[in-house]
């Protein structure tokens, strides 16, 4: 018996929606190229760096590149239709300064904020890492392409690729799954736990009363004092105390809420800490008169990690001449110090207003917004434990009451708060 013409017409449809369906999966297209598959390459593999977990790469390999200059290396690729493809790149982001250049075009600077799946691949935490990026839409005609990468980082010019994904068809990477569906996705979050259900009351029994909610606790920044470096020697504020503890809430946990750390040129001339707190051992590559940011840069991360001081006082000396990137470099560090869980406290060397250096340092407090003293206060080692118990205070949220220089321990007077 012939079907209704209803039922005809839906089975029509059914069949050329599927037909559609077939058709777009059909010219979707998707490029999937290795890290360590270029085309050209000066990349410079150090023992160190690319001695990673190679278990979570694509392929047990990446290309990794850790030299005294910068870092190029070329992929080749076909297309075999034009089209919207999103652009996806595995590679290394935490201190890294990246860029990439299609068929010779504008070099492209890479932006890091639309990152997925982030995870540290080093046996310690340092600046080694990997996530998925999103660079966003390419428009690409068929046929032959080039793509080309450029590092340009800090701290020895690193960084690392592990894979790429071109895809017209909407493919979103996880882990190493490719869009042929090989590969291992990223391990699934844990199932958050279920609440038990609750026992019901009994007939006749009245519902026991919700608990009064908590109040929430004073954010310990908003608290926090103005001082300006030229009146009182020391440059703190209620945007400097929030901001670091942004930071650090991002940063590695378990620092030593009492230690210190002095790093920069010349440190063999600091001060003993104040009564109450610790002074962290001391690295002697640090305390030369000839250290620089890009030096601190390289050599801070294993020592923070050993040492784990909550505070590290950076200070540079006298040089012949100020680096135009010194700000940057500088920036970097108080960077780093916070992913470590340390706060950094800028010492701002002697010097007239017009001094280079001085200016140099003075702009990195106020652009990276960190706790600063002035390093030719004649009261210093006072200037210092005032410094560190407005940062305990107000960046830590520790109790720095008078009587004692550190939390439960006794010490010096304190040093007290000027009204303003």
């Not at 075999?80 to 070099?107: I, Y």
């Not at 869980?341 to 106020?366: C, F, K, N, Q, Y």
């Not at 002035?374 to 520790?398: M, T, Y």
Request: net charge negative.
């Amino acid at each position: 018996m012939p079907l209704p013409y209803r039922k005809l017409k839906t089975c029509f449809v059914g069949a050329a929606l599927s037909g559609l369906l077939a058709v777009s999966a059909l010219r979707a297209e998707h490029v999937w190229i290795e890290g360590e598959a270029a085309q050209e390459s000066n990349f410079v593999k150090h023992n160190w760096y690319d001695a990673v977990t190679k278990t979570v790469l694509s392929g047990g390999e990446w290309a990794s590149h850790y030299g005294p200059d910068a870092g190029e290396i070329t992929y080749s690729f076909k297309i075999e239709a034009a089209g919207d493809f999103r652009f996806w790149v595995r590679c290394n982001n935490l201190m890294v300064t990246m860029q990439w250049q299609l068929d010779g075009e504008e070099w492209e600077p890479c932006d890091f904020a639309k990152k997925t799946e982030e995870q540290m691949i080093s046996e310690k935490p340092d600046h080694r890492n990997l996530a998925w990026h999103d660079f966003g839409t390419l428009k690409l005609k068929p046929g032959a392409h080039t793509l080309k990468f450029k590092l340009t980082s800090k701290i020895s010019n690193h960084g690392g690729i592990d894979c790429l994904a071109l895809s017209s068809g909407g493919f979103t990477p996880s882990g190493t799954k490719r869009p042929d569906g090989s590969g291992q996705p990223a391990g699934a979050a844990a199932p958050a736990p279920v609440a038990p259900p609750a026992t019901p009351a009994k007939q006749g029994e009245a519902k026991p009363a919700a608990a009064p909610a908590k109040p929430a606790a004073p954010d310990p920044a908003q608290a926090a004092p103005k001082r300006e470096l030229a009146g009182s020697g020391m440059s703190f504020s209620p945007e400097v105390a929030a901001g670091v503890r942004a930071q650090l809430k991002k940063g590695l946990k378990g620092a030593s809420k009492d230690k210190i750390l002095w790093a920069g040129s010349g440190t063999a001339k600091s001060p003993a800490p104040p009564a109450g707190w610790a002074q962290a051992a001391a690295l002697p590559a640090l305390q030369t008169g000839d250290v620089t940011p890009l030096d601190l840069l390289r050599l801070l991360p294993d020592h923070l990690l050993k040492e784990k001081p909550a505070f590290v006082f950076l200070h540079q000396g006298s040089l012949k001449s100020v680096p135009d990137h010194l700000k940057a470099d500088w920036d970097d560090v108080c960077a780093l110090c916070g992913y470590f869980g340390a706060v950094p406290i800028l010492v701002v060397p002697e010097g007239g207003p017009d001094d280079p250096l001085r200016s140099a340092i003075m702009g990195v407090m106020h652009e990276a917004k960190v706790p600063a003293m002035d390093g030719s206060a004649a009261d210093f080692p006072q200037r210092v434990e005032a410094i560190l118990r407005l940062s305990a205070k107000h960046i830590l949220g520790l109790d720095v009451g008078s009587g004692s220089a550190a939390p439960g321990k006794p010490g010096a007077p304190a040093v007290e708060e000027e009204e303003e």
